[in-house]
């Protein structure tokens, strides 16, 4: 194993369920490490596992504790959720600290209110959601759209054969409080109150045929919209009853069609355990950006920082069609 060493990368909420992925993701490929979070005992412990990682416990509200736990940090990855509140206090840190932001954030009306905020100065790179929801949908539509004209519509259709969903998962869904962030005729509306419809979707194998949630909350809707030209974007949720298996058994399938002149272009992607893989997407954009290996700056999407078919080349996806 190489030793940590170079730029630094500092990780907060580091000893989450989707930071532990992504601290050990980084160890094996070299990155120095920085552990963050409220909890010393827990960053010390994990910090065990990982020889060379430096501990910096910080408070969210105490924003002297943020720089110190920042200082000569290249990078600082947000994976404190539910994200409802820890990503502006981190951006501020991360800006003051001259730091490139990134987070795992899935849920919608968050990544809608990052795009909100001011540009970061021209040298820095945030970008949100990097993970399986929000990243995964982006990477495969822009991968997908080419350089024609507007699409008519992007579908976003997901298959889990069961989830377990983390702590944090189950807290973001309790405030999401039955609240879905559509995009259509050309811009976002936040809807509430009735269920969502549903309709069926023929999934690539092994899921085929299901029926599926539409206007799932995910924040693909948010980052497709925010680059990609299109009147509508489409969402299909279908999930297996709650599996028995660890996280790390789920099988996923994601599925991008763009919609254009009556034509489609369809690609997917396939794999397993969608907290493992956020991860995996985290740690190849942390590493990237520690090299210097972004194709833009700003307050970007993951499909507007990096290559979308060579990053997603680089994931551990079961199964990957771009044709």
């Given at each position: 194993m190489t030793s940590?060493?170079g730029?630094a990368?500092a990780v ?5 369920h989707?930071a532990q992925f992504?601290v ?10 920085v552990?963050?979070?409220r909890d010393?005992?827990?960053l010390?412990?994990l910090?065990a ?5 430096k ?5 969210l509200?105490?924003?002297?504790e943020?720089d110190r736990a ?7 990855v947000n ?5 409802g ?20 954030a899935?849920?919608t009306?968050?990544v809608?209110?990052?795009f ?7 040298d820095?790179l ?18 997908a ?5 507007p ?10 054969d069961?989830?377990?969903p983390t ?8 405030l ?18 009735a ?7 023929t999934f690539?194998?092994?899921f085929?045929p299901?029926e ?15 680059h990609?030209l299109?009147?509508e ?5 279908h999930?297996?009853?709650?599996a028995a298996?660890?996280?790390?058994e789920?099988?996923f ?19 397993r ?6 991860a995996?997407?985290a ?14 700056t700003?307050?970007?999407t993951?499909g507007?920082a990096?290559?979308?078919a ?7 996806l ?6």
């Amino acid at each position: 194993m190489t030793s940590p060493s170079g730029p630094a990368v500092a990780v907060y909420g580091a000893y989450g369920h989707t930071a532990q992925f992504l601290v050990a993701a980084l160890h094996r490929r070299g990155i120095a490490l920085v552990l963050s979070g409220r909890d010393a005992a827990r960053l010390h412990a994990l910090a065990a596992r990982h020889p060379g990682a430096k501990v910096r416990p910080a408070a969210l509200d105490v924003p002297a504790e943020l720089d110190r736990a920042l200082d000569g940090a290249t990078i600082v990855v947000n994976c404190a959720g539910p994200f409802g509140d820890t990503p502006p206090a981190l951006v501020d840190a991360a800006l003051r600290a001259g730091a490139h932001y990134l987070d795992v954030a899935g849920e919608t009306l968050v990544v809608w209110r990052m795009f909100e905020r001011p540009e970061p100065p021209a040298d820095l790179l945030a970008v949100p959601a990097v993970g399986f929801f929000g990243g995964l949908g982006d990477l495969l539509a822009t991968a997908a759209y080419g350089s024609g004209p507007p699409a008519d519509a992007v579908s976003v259709a997901v298959a889990l054969d069961g989830w377990v969903p983390t702590r944090g998962s189950r807290l973001a869904g309790k405030l999401r409080a039955g609240r879905r962030v559509v995009f259509s005729n050309g811009r976002l509306h936040l809807r509430t109150g009735a269920a969502a419809p549903t309709a069926h979707w023929t999934f690539p194998p092994p899921f085929g045929p299901r029926e599926a949630e539409t206007e799932f909350p995910t924040a693909d809707v948010v980052t497709i919209a925010r680059h990609l030209l299109t009147r509508e974007i489409r969402t299909y949720l279908h999930t297996a009853p709650t599996a028995a298996e660890p996280h790390r058994e789920q099988r996923f399938v994601v599925e991008v069609t763009i919609h254009r002149g009556g034509g489609e272009h369809r690609v997917s992607a396939s794999g397993r355990d969608i907290y493992a893989f956020s991860a995996a997407m985290a740690a190849e954009a942390a590493v990237r950006v520690v090299h210097g290996d972004v194709r833009a700056t700003g307050l970007v999407t993951a499909g507007q920082a990096f290559p979308a078919a060579d990053f997603l080349g680089s994931l551990p996806l079961d199964h990957l069609d771009l044709s």
